[in-house]
């Protein structure tokens, strides 16, 4: 009998090489058919700058990324409504492909910095880094790490991450490093997006009703306090500032708090104080115990099964 919904055979399917007979897996989401993300790119890096600091520098921006998209991730079908859901698995999305860039970039920069794996594995090198590093190597700042709280916190988080990382973005279009400059040339417009959307759910719920002002409030008293960290520097991001591939934290803040002031101040909250002192220092591998969580979950597959392609 044939099934109601099969398609002429004369027509071209849209299933059409979904399924067949040669071992070319490239068409499935988890596969063997990826190009390295860096193919045609030259990686080499620039003079007088350490190899060791630029995958380190790199770590840390990609691993700001990864861990947030992996948060974001966690509001996959639990957003209040369908179109937020849509939106923050796009917001998720970009910083996944902002985070696979800058872990190849930190591991062509330096092999010594990828996990050791046998000689025939088959996972990419920023694989390696995503999945086979305990919480103490990874270098993302706390902000990222936190637990979503409710959407008012998640939105909070999302403005105050994006703000900085957007300053951050626009100074690294100018990076001695010309992947790095690369990579913050395209993720500029996807970050300002994020703000964007943030900024405009911060203001609704702030002015919202009771309950969504409640909300807020208390998404704020969890979220701010992670904020300082963002503008401490360390070492390895002073030298990279200092041979013109990295921008120091600290010289964010003048294009930070005009803009978070300007979004505050239409949502009537409090500014967070981004000059107080860190509590928690991710870039030196010093993590929340939420980091640990995450990862647990994130990297379960792959350490299950560490040779396997699928």
């Known amino acids: 009998m044939t099934h109601p919904f099969a398609a002429d055979p004369d027509d071209e399917s849209v299933y059409a090489g979904l399924v067949g007979v040669d071992d070319d897996a490239s068409q499935w989401a988890f596969g063997t058919g990826f190009d390295d993300p860096l193919a045609g790119v030259d990686t080499t890096v620039p003079e007088g700058v350490d190899r060791a600091d630029l995958a380190a520098y790199c770590l840390m921006l990609g691993d700001d990324a990864l861990v947030l998209a992996q948060r974001l991730a966690e509001w996959c079908s639990r ?17 996944l492909g902002q985070a696979r860039l800058l872990l190849a970039r930190a591991a062509a920069a330096d092999p010594g910095a990828v996990p050791p794996l046998p000689p025939d594995s088959p996972v990419p090198a920023e ?20 637990r979503n709280g409710d959407f008012a916190q ?37 970050v300002a997006y994020h703000r964007d959307y943030a900024a405009r759910w911060t203001v609704t719920l702030a002015q919202g009703t009771a309950e969504s002002r409640r909300r807020i409030e208390a998404g704020a008293e969890a979220v701010w306090p992670h904020a300082a960290e963002l503008f401490a520097v360390d070492p390895v991001e002073r030298r990279m500032a200092e041979c013109g591939v990295a921008a120091a934290p600290d010289a964010l803040l003048a294009d930070c708090e005009p803009v978070l002031e300007k979004v505050l101040a239409a949502a009537d909250l409090p500014r967070p104080d981004t000059a107080g002192p860190a509590r928690a220092r991710g870039r030196a591998g010093s993590h929340t115990p939420e980091l640990s969580g995450l990862l647990a979950e994130m990297q379960s597959l792959a350490r299950e099964h560490p040779g396997g392609t699928w």
């Open 79 to 95: 957003a209040p409504e369908l179109e937020e859901d849509v939106a923050l698995a796009n917001v998720s999305l970009d910083l």
């Open 154 to 190: 998640s939105a909070l988080r999302l403005l105050l991450f994006s703000v900085w990382r957007l300053a951050l973005l626009e100074k690294l279009r100018e990076s001695a490093d010309p992947v790095l400059s690369a990579v913050a040339g395209k993720g500029v417009a996807e």
């Open 127 to 146: 694989d390696a880094l995503a999945y086979f590093r305990d919480a103490g190597g990874f270098r993302n700042v706390a902000l990222a790490e936190i």
